[in-house]
């Protein structure tokens, strides 16, 4: 049974940076592209990041590019989401997702795994 879960996520200030993982269970973790995705209230979810399988090439969004970075530590089955420079904007639920079927020229492509989510709300 595939699982993903999140953590890291609670209430952050403004400019602060918080550090988001994902714990992978019930896969090849290794053959598997990671993705990030948040879900701001009132819209629809967006893509934020994605790693390709060994860890080699990355993808942001242009929202996040310059203050999020994405990793992966293979050997522990998690992935990383480091977000800096936290903005309001940035409020949401964070959803982390795998797909064994991602290239490294499609990492945004349609993930098949997810998880429950974790909340991060960037407060004024």
């Known amino acids: 049974q595939v699982q993903l879960v999140e953590s890291g996520g609670g209430l952050v200030p403004p400019g602060d940076s918080l550090r988001l993982s994902c714990a992978a269970s019930?896969?090849?973790?290794?053959?598997?592209?990671m993705g990030w995705f948040r879900q701001a209230p009132g819209k629809e979810r967006e893509f934020v990041a994605a790693i390709s399988r060994g860890g080699g090439t990355t993808d942001y969004a242009d929202s996040v590019k310059g203050r999020f970075a994405i990793s992966r530590d293979n050997g522990k089955t998690t992935v990383y989401l480091q977000m800096n420079s936290l903005k309001p904007e940035d409020t949401g639920v964070y959803y982390c997702?795998?797909?064994?079927?991602?290239?490294?020229?499609?990492?945004?492509?349609?993930?098949?795994?997810w998880g429950q989510g974790t909340q991060v709300p960037v407060s004024s």
């Open positions: 019930g896969l090849t973790f290794s053959v598997y592209a």
């Open positions: 997702a795998a797909d064994y079927r991602l290239s490294v020229s499609g990492l945004r492509g349609e993930y098949h795994y």
